[in-house]
């Protein structure tokens, strides 16, 4: 079956930076549109940043424009988000998803089709 699985998270302090890596496997991976998105405690899972197939077309939500970078490499079937300027408010669990054509990139997490088990980002302030 699918599996995306998500590393790179951990304790930062506010103004640092985490590199957040997804590994995709079981799947046409050049094919999938890639997205990033976060859970804080008690809140819901809410959009961070998304990349098209061919990585030529990306979107961020407002609050990390600028401060974070989504990428890929289909070569190695991964998604990364560089996170820069870190923020209290980014504390969140990071979950990495796929969503299948025809569906360029999206905002909306009906869109995704797998979800990796997300990883722990904590901003000390």
């Known amino acids: 079956q699918v599996q995306l699985v998500e590393s790179g998270g951990g304790l930062v302090q506010a103004g640092g930076s985490l590199r957040l890596s997804c590994a995709a496997s079981r799947l046409s991976f050049s094919r999938y549109a890639m997205g990033w998105f976060r859970q804080a405690p008690g809140k819901e899972r809410d959009f961070v940043a998304t990349?098209?197939?061919?990585?030529?077309?990306?979107a961020y939500t407002d609050s990390v424009k600028g401060r974070f970078t989504i990428s890929r490499d289909n070569a190695k079937n991964m998604v990364y988000l560089q996170m820069n300027s870190l923020k209290p408010e980014d504390t969140a669990v990071y979950y990495c998803?796929?969503?299948?054509?025809?569906?360029?990139?999206?905002?909306?997490?009906?869109?995704?089709?797998?979800w990796g088990q997300g990883t722990q980002v904590t901003v000390s302030s």
């Open positions: 998803a796929a969503a299948a054509p025809p569906i360029r990139a999206s905002i909306r997490t009906s869109h995704y089709d797998y």
């Open positions: 990349i098209s197939w061919s990585g030529d077309s990306t």
